[in-house]
Every structure is written in C-alpha cells, then in structure tokens.
C-alpha cells in the first residue's frame, strides 16, 4: 500500500506564506513525478504544479497559471519529500491541497489528475482576506 501524506497547511491571512509539504516511502519517491492539486468546496479539483524528482531532464517543474510567480515546488532527496512554497497567498488559493504521484515516470506539461495513481488525504489552506 503506497503512502502519501501531506503536511503544512494552515490558516494565514492574504499575502502570506505557507509551505506544504508531500513525502511517500524511497521506492515511490525516486524517479517518479510528483504534482499537488486542489479542490474548494463546490468546484472541481484542479492542478497547481508538479516536479519530476530525478531532475529537470524528466519535466518540469510544471506550474498553473493562477500560481505562476507565486508558488514554486521543490525537492529534498535524502527526505523523500517534495514541498510546494506558496507566496502572496490571496483568498482564492483557499482549498484542500493534494499530493499525487505519478508511478512511471517524468512529468508532463499538462498537469492531469488522471495520469496520477497514489493520493494523499490532503491538507486544508485557508487565505483570509
């Protein structure tokens, strides 16, 4: 049973900052892309970026639009986690934020919820104006 598990979300007030965290057991994490999504209440889930963690040559990092500039995805190896820092928050970012990994390989520019196989429980991000 593949594990996925999210930490770091909170509440903060518009313009701050928050850092998620995602981390899967070594075999999981290694070669493998990794993306964060999210769902308000009420809309669709949807994709805000993805990171390939064997490094650049396999994709990425992949960034939404509506999170361009503002957040950025990174890694740490030797902890088997990705985290997804995200700046000038604004009430709109609020949602569930998920982790997924996609089991095969890199990532592609089109983040899809679909192509990823294992999903965390998600962690909830509150922006208050």
């Known amino acids: 049973q593949v594990q996925v598990e999210e930490s770091g979300g909170g509440s903060v007030q518009a313009g701050g900052s928050l850092r998620l965290s995602c981390t899967t057991d070594?075999?999981?994490?290694?070669?493998?892309?990794m993306a964060w999504f999210r769902q308000a209440p009420g809309k669709e889930r949807e994709a805000v970026a993805s990171?390939?963690?064997?490094?650049?040559?396999?994709?990425?990092?992949y960034y939404a639009d509506y999170v361009k500039g503002r957040f950025t995805a990174s890694q740490d190896n030797a902890k088997n986690t990705v985290y997804l820092q995200m700046n000038s928050l604004k009430p709109e970012d609020t949602a569930m934020y998920y982790c997924?990994?996609?089991?095969?390989?890199?990532?592609?520019?089109?983040?899809?919820?679909?192509?990823?196989?294992?999903w965390g429980q998600g962690t909830q991000v509150t922006v208050s104006s």
């Open positions: 997924a990994v996609r089991a095969a390989g890199g990532c592609y520019s089109t983040i899809r919820a679909p192509d990823f196989s294992h």
């Open positions: 070594a075999y999981t994490y290694k070669y493998n892309c």
């Open positions: 990171i390939y963690t064997g490094g650049p040559a396999g994709g990425g990092p």
